[in-house]
């Protein structure tokens, strides 16, 4: 085989047509490949074009902005509304939208910087103290580019605008719903508050905190026994449940705030077949929590209003409101005498 090949090349580079047509051959194949990758290349640089650019109707729409939009939830029901409300108020305002739902505050620290280096016009981004992710931030401020934050706020930063609901009012109203579950009014509640990070600058989470204590302090036979922080991880309320309940046998409220621990608690509570003797304050208006508030698994929960949130922060980055820094969306209580509004 090696000696056929061998006289192979020897008659095509020994024979001067031969070699030369050969050579004119490579170079046409090379041309040839050369050409089909830049029509590659031209046509998906036209279809990623045309998607930015082409509404509905087929009609070719230019953008006048540009926004980055960052969240970092676990709430798919929240994400899908507030998505879906970015998307359709940006369309009607002529508004080019990239959103991203991130892993990691890593993640969002990269995409920041890369929409920092592209001159975004604007960045709708959750309010998380963490130091390097303050920094890019900072950096975008720095830039130029008008950064506000949604649903969650952070210290420290000079960002234009926060669209949200009132943390401390939401603990209020979290610590009534919770008092109004206990015979008597006598018992202990745990307190489960997620957080991006620990750090106690969490502004969120500790006004929360702050609103809950104010309630309940006023009632001295309800205990706040236990206040935990969860993380993003998919297992951790069902970790932190399991240890209240270890410490905790008798425990009468389990509080939640987010859907994913509402959803955690829920599970471990049926697990251990204890749905009614212990009460579960929720958070979210997904179908699993409305499912749960039917069966009465959870006495309540509470709808953060995602779609009023991304609307509100459109009309802040466009300039259509014209006053003040601070844009507080209601909440509502969702329970088992309501919950049929919220049926699809």
Not at 84 to 111: L, M, P, Q, T
Not at 124 to 133: E, L, M, N, T, W
Not at 180 to 207: C, F, P, R, W
Request: glycine letters at 6%; one cysteine or more; hydrophobic letters at 40%.
């Amino acid at each position: 085989m090696k000696n056929t090949q061998s006289r192979l090349f020897g008659y095509i580079f020994r024979n001067k047509k031969t070699s030369l047509l050969f050579r004119i051959l490579t170079v046409i194949l090379f041309i040839i490949l050369a050409a089909a990758f830049a029509v590659s290349i031209t046509y998906s640089m036209i279809m990623e074009e045309n998607f930015y650019k082409r509404t509905g109707n087929g009609i070719r729409k230019e953008y006048s902005k540009n926004f980055l939009v960052v969240m970092y939830q676990t709430s798919d029901d929240f994400l899908r509304k507030f998505r879906e409300g970015i998307y359709k108020k940006a369309e009607e305002k002529h508004i080019r939208i990239d959103f991203i739902n991130v892993e990691s505050i890593n993640e969002a620290i990269n995409i920041i910087n890369t929409a920092v280096a592209a001159k975004v016009d604007g960045i709708i981004a959750q309010g998380i103290y963490d130091s390097d992710y303050i920094q890019v931030i900072k950096k975008a401020i720095e830039n130029g580019i008008t950064v506000e934050f949604v649903f969650t706020d952070a210290w420290g930063i000079d960002r234009a605008y926060f669209v949200g609901y009132n943390a401390y009012d939401y603990g209020k109203m979290a610590s009534r719903s919770a008092i109004e579950q206990l015979h008597e009014t006598k018992g202990d509640i745990a307190l489960m508050v997620q957080s991006v990070t620990y750090n106690e600058k969490d502004v969120t989470g500790g006004l929360f905190i702050e609103g809950f204590k104010s309630i309940v302090d006023k009632y001295p036979r309800v205990n706040l026994v236990e206040i935990s922080r969860t993380s993003y991880d998919m297992f951790s309320a069902e970790d932190i449940t399991y240890d209240i309940l270890s410490r905790y046998p008798d425990i009468d409220v389990i509080v939640c705030t987010s859907e994913r621990d509402s959803f955690g608690v829920a599970q471990v509570v049926i697990d251990l077949n204890r749905v009614g003797d212990i009460k579960i304050i929720g958070a979210g208006v997904s179908e699993d929590i409305i499912k749960y508030i039917e069966l009465e698994v959870i006495a309540s929960s509470f709808d953060m209003n995602p779609e009023l949130m991304s609307q509100l922060c459109i009309e802040n980055l466009i300039g259509d409101r014209v006053s003040g820094d601070y844009f507080e969306t209601p909440i509502e209580a969702v329970t088992y005498k309501n919950v049929h509004k919220y049926k699809k």
